[in-house]
C-alpha cells in the first residue's frame, strides 16, 4: 500500500516563509504533487516533481528527494490568502494503471 | 487553464432516493476522470476511477453498486448514489485528467450531499 506523512497544521506570520514536509512509503512511484484547498472549495493543482531537485512557480516552490522519499512545499512572502489546507499526492504505478493518493493535509494558518 | 464543472453544488434528499451528480471537463477531452469523498477536515478518499467507454475502477471498501459510475463521454461522468441512508452525507468531488498532463488532477468544486 501507499502512506504519506504530513503536519497536521502549520502557523506562519505574514511575510515570513514556510515549509511543509511530505514523507511518502510506496512502489512503483512516479512522482509528487501538491494541492491547495481552501476550506469548502475544490483542490487546485499547484506543483509536480517527477525528478530528483527543485520546481518553482512564483512564490511557491516544491522539492522531492526520490532517495529519500521526501518531498516539500515552500511557500515564500505569505500572504493571508495562502492560508488554507495544503495536500502532497503520491502518483504510483499500481495494477498497471497510475493511482494517486493524498496526504492528510497540512492546514496552514496564517496571521498578522 | 482547464476547468471542471460539478453540479450540483449541494444537495438535500431524503433517506432512499438516488442522486445524479455530474462532472464535466468544459475545455479539454479527460480521459480519466476520479470521485472523491472528503470528510471534514480530512483528505479526499478516492473512490474510483472512471475511464470513457469502460467501467469505473473502485477503490476497495467502496460499493460499486451504491455509487454507480458512468462515464459515457470525454467530457462527461456521472455519479449517482443510489437509495441514499445518513451516512453517505459527505462532501464529494471528482476530478479530470487530460491526456498529455498524466501528473494534473483538475477538480470540479464539489457537492456537499445532505441526506435527511
Known amino acids: 500500500g501507499q502512506s504519506l506523512e504530513q503536519p497536521s497544521e502549520v502557523t506562519a506570520v505574514e511575510g515570513a516563509i514556510v515549509q511543509i514536509n511530505c514523507t511518502y512509503q510506496?512502489?512503483?512511484?512516479?512522482?509528487l504533487s501538491w494541492y491547495q484547498q481552501h476550506d469548502g472549495g475544490a483542490p487546485t493543482f499547484l506543483s509536480y516533481?517527477?525528478?530528483?531537485g527543485l520546481e518553482e512557480t512564483g512564490r511557491f516552490s516544491s522539492f522531492l528527494s526520490r532517495s529519500d522519499s521526501y518531498g516539500y512545499l515552500l511557500l515564500q512572502e505569505l500572504q493571508m490568502k495562502d492560508s488554507a489546507s495544503y495536500f502532497c499526492?503520491?502518483?504510483?504505478?499500481?495494477?498497471?494503471?497510475?493511482?494517486?493518493?493524498f496526504g492528510t493535509g497540512t492546514k496552514l494558518q496564517v496571521i498578522p | 487553464g482547464a476547468v471542471v464543472s460539478q453540479h450540483p453544488s449541494r444537495v438535500i434528499c431524503k433517506s432512499g432516493t438516488s442522486v445524479k451528480i455530474e462532472c464535466r471537463s468544459l475545455?479539454?477531452?479527460?480521459?480519466?476522470m476520479f470521485w472523491y469523498r472528503q470528510f471534514p477536515k480530512q483528505s479526499l478518499m478516492l473512490m474510483a476511477t472512471?475511464?470513457?467507454?469502460?467501467?469505473?475502477?473502485?477503490e476497495q471498501g467502496v460499493e460499486k453498486d451504491k455509487f454507480l459510475i458512468n462515464h459515457a463521454s470525454l467530457t462527461l461522468s456521472t455519479l449517482t448514489v443510489t437509495s441514499a441512508h445518513p451516512e453517505d452525507s459527505s462532501f464529494y468531488i471528482c476530478?479530470?485528467?487530460?491526456?498529455?498532463?498524466?501528473?494534473?488532477?483538475?477538480f470540479g468544486a464539489g457537492t456537499r450531499l445532505s441526506v435527511l
Open positions: 476530478s479530470a485528467r487530460e491526456g498529455g498532463q498524466v501528473y494534473i488532477q483538475y
Open positions: 510506496t512502489s512503483g512511484f512516479y512522482g
Open positions: 516533481n517527477g525528478l530528483d
Open positions: 499526492a503520491v502518483g504510483a504505478y499500481s495494477g498497471g494503471y497510475q493511482k494517486v493518493t
Open positions: 475545455d479539454f477531452q479527460a480521459t480519466t
Open positions: 472512471s475511464n470513457e467507454g469502460s467501467k469505473a475502477t473502485y
